[in-house]
């Protein structure tokens, strides 16, 4: 398989199993990328490894540059990119710890630089993004998965909102009208910038929470890391196996 990396989130901010091999800085037109890439090993295979919110987790979902990022993997050769999110659990399926691999996003970010095709002496593009996470990386996630035992769910759709707050419980509502069964914030438009620099990608999502107004009383940061704690372990195993499985 081509270059792959790991893109962690909340809860992923250091792959514990990596074993650094080096760290590359890299400078792009779009400014800073969140973090050093770090070049490891997983289960003796090489992957790129980048910390979405920085090392240590610094850096709000809307203020991560997301071009910068893309960008920064596309130049290490990157085609592949695995991108793990803490999410909030809309639809019944998605209780806390588990994990899904969606199929499909609504984006209801705002104000974000969401496109590499801005500039005035380009062509006007519009990718298609039907499908907007690679099917064949999904397969084989889905395929790692059941190989770990780890109860997955293969399909969902990803709402992203823009944050840093919370949503309440009437736009939940209305995302779940919409067909959302997941919330988070940092799936656009990372998902699209890969799409626009051909890159395949896609996302492991790990339930945080029960997402506002599905359960009595306030969502906590306590709650949500108790709950990642586990999620984010089932998701290393997953990753590993992915890795062993097709690196
Ligand atoms: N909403 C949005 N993003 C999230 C949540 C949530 O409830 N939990 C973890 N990331």
Redesign the pocket.
Known sequence: MNRLAIIGG?GLSQLADLKIIKSEQINTPYGAPSADFIIGELNHKEVVFLARHGNPHAIAPHKINYRANLWGLKQLGVESIIAVA???GITSKMMPAHIAIPDQIIDYSYGRKHTFFEDENDPVTHIDFSYPYSQTLRSKLIHAAKQTGIAISPIGTYGC?Q?PR??TAAEIKRMEQDGCDL???TGMPEAVLAKELGMNYVAVAVV??W??GKTEGE?TMAE?EQNLHKGMANAAELLKTFVAMNL
Request: charged share 5%; aromatic share 0%.
């Open positions: 909340t803490a999410v909030g909102t944050g919370l949503e919330v988070g914030m945080a929470n997402a506002a969502i949500i």
